[in-house]
């Protein structure tokens, strides 16, 4: 049996950036990852103004700056009446006036070297959760298998913080059901050459009932394709043939590469979710990130909250965590009251592009395309281009950024 005073189960990005803090608090942490390595395929590898500045904050933008990636100044709608910019990040105030597309393995890795360096931190692979370890009614741990020899483990802690994403297992073992709101698509992603000549950024297509949005990976495009929820399985019953007429109908600049997919399992089905927990916390237990809120891809800000997520949850709880007196309930209590508005705020901004631009465009396939018919929101932003400085800050920042407390800081390596 393993003893810890924080246990984080989940090494994504809110997991690690949660370890790493506390590390540096003094606190003995632990954070608990499925998997062997970070090598896998994620579809969020975005990393906003708000993240950029709190690696700068933490002495770690430098080495973040050395990773290979790209820099995004502004996202464009293509529709068939002309080009919109929808967010214009150059108006960004601060020293970062883009968002990053990094390879989320590179920034995981990143975090979790920096992490080692505190004597307080332990990072454990192959930790598949399979139940919480109770005291009374506390949550006082989880018990897990390892994945490579089959044994399982208990690991005891005053505080569970579950990082373990939309499908939490913590999450699950607790009983806790989030509330969930309706959504009308799903997402299809692939990749598709990237040639030269071919513009950077990120950009959006929307016409005649269908959606999809491309992101410069530099050697690549990533691809969403954006379906009517639940539509996945007739459309794989169409056949990659079809499916690649559609691809190129709906962005012809891509028919010349489209034959590169040979085989609709390179097309990875994203279920959509948008839900969130009433209650974020238990006697020794909080959940935070996609454990707590699953976030819409609109506006690819997921990652971009629950990192935030975590730096509070640092902040108000480091210094008790340090004291290795009893945690009380009430501080678990504050990090959900902290992080409540801006969670909500930014589901709703989601939810209303859901209805007023994703829904019509998807539901009404000859009418969306056409300057007269075009999403009220675009015709607002095309009409008044100041507004696009404030979408960029709704998305490369967010409501309520956060800041690394002061004992987490240090001058940049």
């Known amino acids: 049996m393993m003893n810890t005073r924080c246990l984080i ?6 997991g690690m950036v949660l370890g790493l803090l506390l590390a540096r608090a003094g606190v003995q942490v632990t954070v608990m990852e499925e998997h062997s390595d970070f090598l896998r395929d994620f579809r969020g590898d ?11 904050e933490l002495g770690l933008g430098a080495r973040f700056a050395a990773i290979p990636h790209r820099l995004v100044e502004q996202m464009t709608v293509q529709l068939d009446a002309g080009d919109a910019v929808v967010a214009d990040f150059r108006r960004l105030p601060g020293r970062h006036k883009h968002i990053a597309f990094v390879p989320q393995w590179d920034l995981l890795d990143l975090l979790a070297e920096a992490a080692a360096t505190e004597p307080s931190f332990t990072l454990v692979r192959d930790a598949e959760v399979i139940d919480l370890v109770r005291d009374g009614e506390a949550i006082g741990g989880v018990r897990y298998r390892d994945r490579r020899t089959g044994a399982e483990h208990e690991v005891r802690a005053a505080l569970t913080v579950a990082c373990d994403g939309r499908d939490s297992a913590v999450r699950a073992a607790a009983g806790i059901v989030p509330r969930r709101f309706g959504v009308p698509m799903d997402v299809l992603w692939f990749r598709l050459p990237r040639r030269a000549g071919d513009p950077d950024g990120v950009f959006g297509r929307m016409s005649a009932g269908r959606f999809a949005v491309t992101i410069d990976r530099g050697t690549y495009w990533q691809c969403a394709y954006v379906i009517p929820k639940g539509s996945d399985i007739a459309l794989r019953a169409g056949g990659l043939d079809r499916f690649r007429r559609e691809v190129a109908g709906l962005a012809p600049w891509t028919a010349d590469r489209v034959a590169t997919l040979e085989s609709l399992e390179e097309v990875k089905l994203l279920n959509v979710e948008l839900n969130r927990a009433r209650g974020w916390y238990a006697e020794g237990l909080l959940l935070i990130g996609d454990a707590a809120h699953a976030m819409s891809p609109v506006g690819g800000v ?9 730096v509070a949850a640092a902040r108000i709880l480091g210094p008790a965590l340090r004291t290795g007196e009893p945690l009380p309930v ?3 209590c504050r990090v959900q009251i902290r992080r409540w508005l801006p969670t909500v705020l930014v589901q709703g901004v989601q939810r209303v592009v859901h209805r007023a631009v994703l829904a019509p465009a998807l539901a009404a ?3 969306v395309g056409t300057e007269n018919r075009m999403p009220l929101p675009i015709r607002v932003l095309r009409r008044f281009p100041v507004l696009r400085g404030l979408t960029a800050r709704g998305v490369a920042i967010g409501p309520l950024p956060e800041h690394a407390p002061d004992w987490a800081c240090r001058a940049s390596a």
């Open 302 to 310: 997921g990652i971009n909250l629950a990192v935030a997520d975590a």
């Open 365 to 367: 396939p000859g009418t």
């Open 330 to 332: 009430g501080l678990l």
């Open 46 to 56: 975005t990393v906003h103004a708000s993240t950029l500045r709190l690696l700068d």
């Open 9 to 14: 189960v989940g090494g994504g990005p809110a």
